[in-house]
C-alpha cells in the first residue's frame, strides 16, 4: 500500500510568488491534514480537509489556503510569499476524521528568497 | 489548544545504552502518538497509544491518559536511533489535528 505521497520535495520561491503543494493520502482515506515545521516555532496546524470541506483551521494568515479533491488528494496555497514562509510543509492522512492514526508524507521543503 | 511538553530537549547517549522520553500533556486526549523525524524530514510512526502501553522491538510506550503523560523506552539503544522524537496529540473537540511536543533531539554515539 502506498505512503502519502507529497510533491515536489523541494522548492525555491522568490518573495512575492505563490506556490501550490500538492498532497496525495493513502487509498482508502479521507482526511488530510497540513503542518508547518520551522525551527524557531516547531509543527504548527495548518488547516484539516475531510471529504472536500476545511474542518479545521490553524492560527495562520489567509494567504495560506487549502483544498481538498472528490479523490482526497489536497492542495495547498501560498499567497504572496514572504521570507518566513521557507518551512517544511508536512501533509497527514488519516482514515477517519478523528481518534485514528495519522500518517505523514516526506515533507515539501520550501526556501523563499 | 493543548500544551504539550516533552522532555529531555536533547539526550547524548552511548550505543547500547537504554533511554526514556517523557510527554506531558494539559488537558484530556483521545489520541496520542509518537514519531521519529528522519534526517530527510519524514515523520515515521512508532506508536499510536492514547492509552496502555505497547512494544515494538526495543521499543516501547506507556500512556497514562488519566495523569496526562505518556512515556517512550529505547532499550540498548543503536546509532541508527539518532533524531528528533515528536509526541503528539489530539481529542475530539479538536477533529484531526494534532498538537505536537517541541521534540527529544537524541544523540546517540557509537
Known amino acids: 500500500k502506498a505512503g502519502v505521497t507529497q510533491t515536489p520535495r523541494y522548492l525555491i520561491k522568490t518573495r512575492g510568488q505563490q506556490v501550490t503543494l500538492s498532497c496525495s493520502p493513502i487509498?482508502?482515506?479521507?482526511?488530510v491534514s497540513w503542518y508547518q515545521q520551522t525551527p524557531g516555532q516547531g509543527l504548527q496546524f495548518l488547516f484539516e480537509y475531510f471529504s472536500e470541506t476545511q474542518r479545521n483551521k490553524g492560527n495562520f494568515p489567509g494567504r495560506f489556503s487549502g483544498r481538498q479533491f472528490s479523490n482526497s488528494r489536497s492542495e495547498m496555497n501560498v499567497s504572496t510569499l514572504e521570507l518566513g514562509d521557507s518551512a517544511l510543509y508536512l501533509c497527514a492522512s488519516r482514515q477517519l476524521q478523528e481518534n485514528t492514526e495519522a500518517f505523514f508524507g516526506q515533507g515539501t521543503r520550501l526556501t523563499v528568497v | 489548544g493543548i500544551q504539550v511538553e516533552q522532555s529531555p530537549p536533547d539526550l547524548i547517549l552511548q550505543e547500547g545504552a537504554n533511554s526514556t522520553l517523557r510527554c506531558n500533556f494539559s488537558?484530556?486526549?483521545?489520541?496520542l502518538q509518537w514519531f521519529h523525524q528522519n534526517p530527510w524530514g519524514q515523520l515515521i510512526n512508532l506508536f499510536y497509544?492514547?492509552?496502555g502501553t505497547k512494544q515494538n522491538g526495543r521499543l516501547s510506550a506507556t500512556t497514562v491518559a488519566t495523569e496526562r503523560y505518556s512515556l517512550l523506552y529505547i532499550s540498548s539503544s543503536q546509532t541508527t536511533d539518532s533524531g528528533v522524537y515528536f509526541c503528539?496529540?489530539?481529542?475530539?473537540?479538536?477533529?484531526?489535528?494534532?498538537?505536537f511536543g517541541r521534540g527529544t533531539q537524541l544523540t546517540v554515539w557509537p
Open positions: 487509498s482508502g482515506h479521507r482526511s
Open positions: 497509544i492514547p492509552s
Open positions: 488537558d484530556s486526549v483521545n489520541n
Open positions: 503528539a496529540v489530539g481529542r475530539g473537540s479538536t477533529l484531526g489535528r494534532l498538537y
